[in-house]
């Protein structure tokens, strides 16, 4: 994939006065659409602190709602300024972007709508996201699981509510919202691997200004209590 050279600087970005954010729509509670139709969520939040941080107005932000294969392509292409979407830090999205400070630490997880299923020894078909990073953590806890492949979370959510697999296996977060939004799904305690959640930058000694930026904005956030309060508000583990 060609390097970004198309992406704002912060100056650029000042001078403009919008920040323009990919996020997820469909991700609750991280990013999704309430009752009305707006922007709503713990990342939606995290946008907005920051237009106030760098612009000083926390409208001062463009959504750009993504799909989960399109988020890092929008930061590489220079279609929006960063990502804030769900994007776990691994090493392979490194070699095309720059990441700031994580701001919550996700991790793989199971949610199950079977009274029969108490803990991980009770898998035995799963159902898993393909092409995600789930897949590998999953392969190498659980090597004698049998895996189901979905294409989508929609196939996953039939795939359970016609227990057809014992467990979907996924980000916590998002699970979380399962559970949060319907009392048949029920979360496990165990988790099996944990992976920082972080904001996707364009990669390049340009654009150092508006990491070191973003970066300050949420060691303040950290210390003040904020994050961890936003993501307590969501019901976030």
């Known amino acids: 994939m060609p390097p970004t050279v198309n992406a704002a600087e912060l100056v650029e970005i000042e001078s403009r006065g919008r ?8 991700w609750y509670p991280l990013g999704y659409r309430d ?8 990342e939606i939040d995290i946008a907005r602190r920051l237009a106030l941080d760098l612009l000083g107005d ?4 463009e959504f750009r709602p ?15 300024d960063i990502a804030i979407a769900s994007i776990t830090v691994t090493a392979q999205r490194q070699r095309i972007t720059s990441f700031s400070l994580p701001y919550y630490l996700d991790g793989t997880g199971f949610i199950t709508t079977s009274p029969q299923v108490a803990d991980l020894d009770d898998l035995h078909r799963i159902a898993v996201l393909q092409d995600s990073s789930t897949l590998a953590h999953v392969r190498q806890q659980l090597p004698n699981a049998s895996l189901v492949m979905v294409s989508s979370y929609e ?19 998002l699970l979380t919202g399962w559970q949060q939004q319907n009392s048949r799904y029920r979360l496990l305690d165990q988790v099996i691997s944990v992976e920082p959640v972080a904001i996707a930058i364009p990669k390049g000694t340009q654009h150092s200004e508006l ?15 904020w994050l961890q309060d936003r993501a307590a508000h969501w019901g976030l583990r």
């Open 19 to 26: 920040l323009i954010v990919a996020v997820k729509d469909n």
């Open 35 to 42: 009752v009305n139709g707006e922007l709503s969520g713990f």
């Open 58 to 61: 926390e409208t001062a932000v």
């Open 66 to 80: 993504v799909s989960n294969g399109e988020r890092l392509n929008g930061v590489v292409n220079g279609d929006v």
């Open 155 to 173: 196939e996953a959510i039939t795939e359970l509510d016609r227990d057809q697999v014992d467990a979907f296996a996924g980000d916590v977060s």
């Open 211 to 225: 990491r070191q930026a973003i970066n300050h904005s949420l060691r303040q956030w950290d210390e003040e209590g």
